[in-house]
């Protein structure tokens, strides 16, 4: 039961570039339930250029679902009136409709202060323009001219070790500050800008190193450029510390970038709390499951129009990653910046030339919002989506939020499908398929997808209603799509690999065997918890494994046996890889 003070209904909007999602939570028979959820096109562009329509549209379809007044007769949301008949009692807000943060580091040394910058700055919606070094072969005047010409929002300096040397770090400040102030066309404080001057504002000053330079820094700024303050990256060499900046980068990407969309302004006034970006808030719900279920290791990937998310949690922390380069939306063009038409065609379960894939995308980075009218168009958004994921989870370097490195990412308890491409598959099986070849789980592994689109929500919600997250995932928030078996180790694909025994709810004994190779599906119901006794060929084995046996819960797709080996190996031949697709394909009921 809620206490009589706290929140009742929770009006949870999550604005990204191509939707806008509205979810509503209330308790109903004394715990929360999501009770509605709309979507509706975001508006942020043109023709409408107004974030808050889109919105309004949204909170309108919720308002039908409930029979109930959300908005007055001005358009505005009835927020914090704690009356029964109309409004909520509190709004959260997320987002990722805004471009993002552009930077430039510079620092010190590459594998030290550098790295921890790259891997700061990969935690929300940003994008690196360009890295300075020490050791880049620049002088002062390289330094500056490189910082004056780059459009940037702004610039992290980072370096020197607390009680450390300084003279580095200041001359790397003041490259930094000449060139701010040449942008700026001017010298001395900046008045705040209109809305058609965002793109003009003279870049903002991030300093994370050496604390000895505190004071130096705001009497050498002296109000010339913005300028942020916060704790060293890197107080000693085996020391990170992360979390202080990743703070300041989301909220340099919202008085930066989100303020800046149209109507943004209107709709934050009406959350509760600041607005979070939507990376963020996904990462604080792994983070929130993985401690849910013991510290177990959760994996969450959400694939977006513009943006790729991957958060892990493991023991209570957090590792999370944004590309805010690659999407199957906005950019998916950038997404072949980084890998070939050949890489995206092969995950498809039919043969396609790599200039057809090549079209296909740029179409859809043109025509972001069009929904896959053909099976082909849904097999080439979730092929996109496959190689969003990988180069996500293989850009290197990753770090956790206390600063510690991320154990692999190969051994999740579960791993979670968001975002519409993937969560929203026409058929479950499609999803499970895709988090299987992208993310290429090992062990005993359970397989969700936010069909909903709950877990920004949540994430957000968290912050003020902790209870509303345990019991809206209780009462089946995310779908279960079931439970995947995957030996690591190698046999000889199709020779007997592995066989299962177990007594299948509905009929009795199951005896089922897998060669090396195969992937093999056994429909078990969802909910349903049962051993499965396992015996497993040479050269195989299984974490988790038990007395010969472990526990698997069923789903929408049931009990996937994955023998496919890791890392997955794809013919070369393109007539025989989509052959080989289409098989598994068919396996998992896609």
Not at 273 to 294: C, E, K, M, W
Not at 423 to 444: E, H, I, K, S, W
Not at 565 to 570: A, I, M
Request: glycine share 10%; aromatic share 2%.
């Amino acid at each position: 039961m809620t206490d009589e003070l706290s929140p009742i209904s929770i009006l949870a909007v999550d604005c990204g570039s191509v939707h806008t999602h509205a979810v509503l939570l209330d308790v109903v028979d004394g715990v929360y339930r999501m009770v509605a959820r709309a979507t509706a096109p975001t508006t942020a562009e043109p023709p409408v250029l107004n974030l808050a329509e889109g919105v309004r549209r949204a909170i309108m379809q919720i308002q039908t679902i409930i029979a109930r007044p959300l908005l007055d007769e001005h358009g505005r949301l009835i927020v914090g009136s704690r009356h029964v008949t109309t409004g909520v009692d509190v709004c959260v807000l997320t987002a990722s409709v805004a471009e993002p943060l552009r930077l430039i580091l510079a620092g010190l040394m590459e594998e030290f202060d550098l790295a921890s910058a790259r891997r700061a700055a990969l935690t929300t919606y940003t994008r690196i323009e360009e890295v300075i070094g020490l050791n880049d072969g620049r002088d002062m005047g390289g330094r500056i001219e490189l910082l004056a010409n780059r459009r940037a929002d702004a610039v992290l300096v980072v370096g020197g070790t607390e009680g450390g040397a300084d003279g580095a770090v200041q001359r790397l400040v003041k490259a930094a500050l000449l060139a701010a102030q040449c942008r700026s066309g001017r010298i001395g404080p900046r008045a705040s800008p209109g809305l058609a001057e965002a793109s003009s504002l003279p870049p903002t000053l991030l300093y994370a190193g050496n604390s000895a330079l505190h004071a130096q820094l705001h009497d050498l700024v002296n109000g010339h450029v913005p300028l942020v303050v916060t704790d060293n990256i890197r107080p000693r060499l085996d020391v990170e510390r992360l979390q202080p900046l990743h703070s300041q980068l989301d909220a340099l990407y919202e008085a930066r970038q989100l303020a800046y969309v149209p109507g943004f302004d209107h709709i934050s006034a009406w959350s509760t709390q600041p607005a979070l970006p939507t990376a963020r808030a996904f990462g604080r719900i792994v983070q929130f499951l993985s401690a849910r279920q013991g510290g177990s290791r959760v994996l969450g990937v959400d694939v977006g129009s513009a943006a790729t998310a991957v958060a892990e949690g493991d023991g209570g922390r957090l590792d999370l990653r944004v590309r805010a380069d690659v999407g199957v939306g906005h950019r998916a063009a950038r997404l072949l910046e980084a890998v070939s038409p050949a890489d995206v065609a092969r995950w498809l379960p039919f043969p396609l030339d790599p200039a057809e894939v090549h079209n296909f995308v740029w179409n859809k980075a043109l025509y972001p919002a069009t929904v896959p009218q053909e099976a082909r168009e849904v097999a080439l958004e979730q092929a996109l989506a496959r190689e969003a994921i990988r180069i996500t989870l293989g850009d290197g370097g990753r770090g956790t939020e206390d600063g510690g490195q991320s154990s692999a990412v190969s051994r999740p308890s579960s791993v979670i499908a968001a975002g519409s491409t993937l969560a929203r598959a026409p058929r479950p099986g499609q999803t499970a398929l895709a988090l299987l070849d992208a993310v290429q789980p090992v062990g005993v592994v359970q397989l969700l997808a936010d069909v909903n689109g709950l877990m920004p929500a949540l994430g957000a919600v968290g912050l003020i209603q902790p209870i509303a997250v345990v019991q809206v995932l209780e009462k089946g928030g995310l779908l279960s799509l079931g439970t995947a078996i995957v030996p690591s180790g190698s046999g000889v694909p199709g020779e007997p690999g592995l066989r299962l025994r177990l007594k299948h709810p509905a009929g009795g004994p199951l005896e089922v065997e897998v060669p090396y190779g195969e992937l093999e599906v056994v429909p078990l119901p969802a909910g349903e918890e049962v051993p499965v006794a396992l015996e497993l060929a040479s050269g195989l084995r299984l974490e988790g494994l038990e007395h010969g046996q472990v526990m698997v819960t069923g789903g929408a797709v049931g009990l996937i046996v994955d023998l496919r080996g890791r890392p997955l190996h794809l013919p070369d031949d393109p007539e025989a890889c989509a052959a080989q697709a289409q098989a598994w394909l068919t396996r998992v009921g896609g």
